[in-house]
């Protein structure tokens, strides 16, 4: 894939996003994200931060958070975060569009969107038809990226996914089947994942999580 179509299904998870939040009430922006220790307001505030990330911005705060990705991800957090959520929302419509990035693979940009896409929408109990495109093309990132980088190549050394919606079997070891969207959370450690998926290699994951 291009990486015009790349950013196109990129731009249009971000336009849905906002779409989500703009009737959101007051309340509901401190409900607790499945980001440990992040409400959704935060995880919002996280995905302004990235969408206005450029490579050499990235390795400046990395090297100002002392090699540190959690030290970096909260300050970038702290940056971006509005006065309110409106604002925060705000920042996020106005970011949306953009094509800078981290000094990542593009399909990067995917993981980062739907993931934290449902780390927002899960807890507050929406829901979104991911294109199957984007969530595969988001997994299989996942698969070959050292758990160093925040991959699971390592784990899936151990287990095999196996999606039972979409043409992809990643892994090797004992079975792991469901939706690909569920794969992805239960690589990218959301346990709230793993009850949608059946087979043997479910518990090395629930180990792992």
């Known amino acids: 894939m291009a990486g015009d179509d790349v950013w196109a299904l990129v731009h249009a998870e971000r336009a849905a996003l906002v779409e989500d939040l703009s009737r959101l009430d007051g309340a509901r922006w401190e409900v607790p994200s499945l980001c440990a220790g992040w409400s959704v307001h935060d995880v919002l505030a996280h995905l302004v931060d990235t969408a206005r990330t450029t490579r050499l911005g990235f390795v400046i705060g990395l090297a100002r958070a002392r090699f540190d990705f959690d030290r970096q991800n909260t300050t970038g957090l702290e940056r971006a975060r509005g006065a309110t959520p409106q604002e925060t929302l705000e920042r996020f419509r106005r970011a949306a569009p953009r094509r800078s990035t981290p000094p990542a693979p593009l399909d990067s940009r995917l993981v980062e969107e739907i993931v934290h896409g449902e780390d927002i929408r899960r807890p507050l109990g929406l829901t ?28 899936l050394a151990r287990v095999r996914l196996v999606a039972d919606d979409a043409d992809l079997v990643v892994g090797t070891g004992p079975g792991a089947t469901g939706p690909v969207l569920s794969l992805l959370l239960a690589v990218t450690g959301r346990r709230v994942a793993l009850g949608e998926l059946e087979g043997p290699g479910v518990e090395i994951l629930a180990a792992e999580v």
């Open 128 to 155: 979104r038809a991911y294109p199957t495109e984007a969530v595969v093309r988001a997994l299989r990132l996942q698969a070959r990226t050292p758990a160093s980088f925040g991959g699971a190549r390592e784990r």
